[in-house]
């Protein structure tokens, strides 16, 4: 029933615009494209695939006309799902556009789900699931970094290097079926020193890609960095001002944030995600206290901690908190209010235990923050630069990869541990195929067939 359906979406944002595209997709797609829209009379009909051409659209039911668009027809299956395709190109206003979308649906299409272009597309064999997942990464993408991994993914990066993965694992799952199926036959079948050789490097490469979930996290959504202190320190006042805008509130009451706020910032090719947090004290009432715990559950996954002190007070039990957050954490200190008179120095929290790089800095008079701009720069680049790196460096960005990948390595393990213990080929072979599974599920590839392909051609079975 699904298959059979014809979708219809505004491809372009919401809003005005010079330009907006309706797109259809499915069997229906040119049937109903054509009952909306016709060919000026100079042009030949039924359209011409695969060539923009303009016409003019019309309530098919009054003859009433609302626009002048053009529209390009691209068959199946080479289309962008795989399915015929129609595009009308309307003027971009939202009236409008609902009206022709309206047109459609009267017409028998129904509207799309979020993503159905693409699940089409990758039901039709157009894309694989990475290369779905990396046009999502495109369209999200804050930075340079970002962008570059979102396109070396969606040019198949990533999806080659599983699937060089898989042809390994299915190679070899191949020989190990042949020595069940053809034990007493004379047939050159590689050693079990050889297929745990295999297992390893397979194993190796994996590892490789599974590890390299940091950095391409890092690439995609940003360093994590979490602005914590006691309250009234000035947190809230150094987040706005590294923003550049009166994001948060500021009062002169402690206490003030009660909830995360998180804004992104670039600093240069780097995304710094960047949470303002409630102050660090002993909760006064319910609501502080589940802000405090949120405080807290975000410093714990940031990469890097901006510790703010508030020079102008002296040392509080507060203050020592904080101190417990940044031990064995990377972390800034930044000593705030240096307008004021100083009351709180380095020399007092070095003494205190705290063993980190500090900036001072004014959120009042902006003293300080180019200071603490390039500290941040240079924590965020060193901090984004670990893990593996290279220009043809495959590298995962979203924690199904990784999930997939740490079970295809689990299997590989027990794999090569049945090997060394000298289990049967039937053994060895389950762990081998679990491996494959789980390496398939980030491409969303199939695999029996594959497998099969592989005996019949490289051991002529049966010729
Ligand atoms: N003189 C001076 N005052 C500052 C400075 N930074 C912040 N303040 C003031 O300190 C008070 C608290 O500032 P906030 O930015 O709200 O502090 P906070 O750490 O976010 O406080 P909570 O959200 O309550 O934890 C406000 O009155 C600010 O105007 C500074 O550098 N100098
Ligand atoms: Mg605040």
């Given at each position: 029933?699904?298959?059979?359906?014809?979708?219809?979406?505004?491809?372009t944002?919401?809003?005005?615009?010079?330009?907006?595209?309706?797109?259809?997709?499915?069997?229906?797609?040119?049937?109903?494209?054509?009952?909306?829209?016709?060919?000026?009379k100079?042009?030949?009909?039924p359209?011409?695939?695969?060539?923009l051409?303009?016409?003019?659209?019309r309530?098919?039911?009054?003859?009433?006309?609302?626009?002048?668009?053009?529209?390009?027809?691209?068959?199946?299956?080479?289309?962008?799902?795989?399915?015929?395709?129609?595009e009308?190109?309307?003027?971009?206003?939202?009236?409008l556009?609902?009206?022709?979308?309206?047109?459609?649906?009267?017409?028998?299409?129904?509207?799309?789900?979020?993503g159905?272009f693409?699940?089409?597309?990758?039901?039709?064999?157009?894309?694989?699931?990475?290369?779905?997942?990396?046009?999502?990464?495109?369209?999200?993408?804050?930075?340079e970094?970002?962008?570059?991994?979102?396109?070396?993914?969606?040019?198949?990066a990533?999806?080659?290097?599983?699937?060089?993965?898989?042809?390994?694992?299915?190679?070899l799952r191949?020989?190990?079926?042949a020595?069940?199926?053809?034990?007493?036959?004379?047939i050159?079948?590689?050693?079990?020193?050889?297929?745990?050789?295999?297992?390893?490097?397979?194993?190796r490469?994996?590892?490789?890609?599974?590890?390299?979930?940091?950095?391409?996290?890092?690439?995609?959504?940003?360093?994590?960095?979490?602005?914590?202190?006691?309250?009234?320190?000035g947190?809230s006042?150094?987040?706005?001002?590294l923003?550049g805008?009166?994001?948060?509130?500021?009062?002169?009451?402690p206490?003030t944030?009660?909830?995360?706020?998180?804004?992104?910032?670039?600093?240069?090719?780097?995304?710094l995600?960047?949470t303002?947090t409630?102050?660090?004290?002993?909760?006064?009432?319910?609501?502080?206290?589940?802000?405090?715990?949120?405080?807290?559950?975000?410093?714990?996954?940031?990469?890097?901690?901006i510790?703010?002190?508030?020079?102008?007070?002296?040392?509080?039990?507060?203050?020592?908190?904080v101190?417990?957050?940044?031990?064995?954490?990377?972390?800034i200190?930044?000593?705030?209010?240096?307008?004021?008179?100083?009351?709180?120095?380095?020399?007092?929290?070095?003494?205190?235990?705290?063993?980190?790089?500090?900036?001072?800095?004014s959120?009042?008079?902006?003293?300080?923050?180019?200071?603490?701009?390039?500290?941040?720069?240079?924590?965020?680049?060193?901090i984004a630069?670990?893990?593996?790196?290279?220009e043809?460096?495959?590298?995962?960005?979203?924690?199904?990869h990784?999930?997939?990948?740490?079970?295809?390595?689990?299997?590989?393990?027990?794999?090569?541990?049945?090997?060394?213990?000298g289990?049967p080929?039937?053994?060895?072979?389950?762990d081998?195929t679990?491996?494959?599974?789980?390496?398939?599920?980030?491409t969303?590839?199939?695999?029996?067939?594959?497998?099969?392909?592989?005996?019949?051609?490289e051991f002529c079975i049966?010729?």
């Amino acid at each position: 029933m699904y298959e059979a359906d014809t979708i219809v979406a505004q491809a372009t944002p919401p809003g005005k615009g010079a330009v907006a595209i309706v797109r259809l997709s499915g069997p229906q797609a040119l049937a109903i494209g054509y009952r909306l829209w016709r060919p000026l009379k100079s042009h030949t009909e039924p359209p011409k695939p695969r060539r923009l051409m303009l016409g003019e659209i019309r309530d098919p039911g009054s003859g009433r006309p609302l626009d002048r668009a053009l529209a390009i027809f691209i068959p199946g299956p080479r289309s962008l799902t795989g399915e015929d395709v129609v595009e009308l190109h309307c003027h971009g206003g939202p009236y409008l556009v609902r009206s022709v979308i309206g047109l459609a649906l009267a017409a028998g299409a129904r509207i799309a789900e979020p993503g159905e272009f693409s699940r089409r597309a990758f039901l039709n064999g157009r894309l694989d699931l990475a290369q779905a997942e990396a046009i999502a990464d495109l369209v999200e993408a804050r930075s340079e970094g970002a962008l570059a991994l979102a396109i070396g993914q969606l040019n198949g990066a990533l999806s080659a290097r599983i699937d060089s993965l898989r042809t390994e694992l299915i190679q070899l799952r191949a020989h190990l079926e042949a020595e069940i199926d053809f034990a007493d036959e004379e047939i050159a079948l590689p050693s079990r020193r050889e297929i745990a050789g295999t297992l390893e490097a397979v194993a190796r490469s994996a590892a490789v890609l599974h590890d390299s979930f940091q950095r391409g996290r890092i690439i995609r959504e940003g360093v994590r960095a979490t602005i914590v202190g006691k309250p009234n320190a000035g947190k809230s006042s150094l987040f706005n001002l590294l923003l550049g805008s009166e994001r948060a509130i500021v009062t002169a009451v402690p206490g003030t944030t009660r909830d995360t706020l998180e804004e992104t910032l670039q600093l240069g090719p780097w995304t710094l995600s960047l949470t303002d947090t409630a102050g660090v004290r002993k909760a006064r009432d319910e609501v502080e206290q589940l802000g405090v715990e949120r405080t807290r559950s975000h410093a714990s996954d940031a990469h890097l901690l901006i510790a703010v002190f508030d020079t102008s007070r002296p040392f509080e039990r507060e203050d020592a908190e904080v101190i417990d957050l940044c031990q064995g954490r990377r972390a800034i200190a930044t000593l705030n209010k240096i307008d004021l008179t100083e009351r709180l120095g380095m020399a007092d929290l070095r003494q205190r235990g705290l063993q980190i790089e500090s900036v001072r800095v004014s959120a009042r008079t902006a003293d300080g923050i180019v200071e603490l701009r390039d500290a941040l720069a240079c924590a965020v680049s060193e901090i984004a630069e670990k893990g593996p790196a290279g220009e043809d460096t495959a590298i995962i960005s979203r924690e199904r990869h990784q999930a997939a990948l740490a079970r295809t390595l689990e299997a590989l393990g027990k794999a090569r541990e049945s090997v060394f213990s000298g289990m049967p080929p039937e053994i060895v072979a389950v762990d081998v195929t679990a491996a494959t599974d789980a390496l398939s599920e980030i491409t969303g590839a199939v695999n029996t067939e594959d497998i099969l392909d592989v005996i019949f051609r490289e051991f002529c079975i049966g010729k």
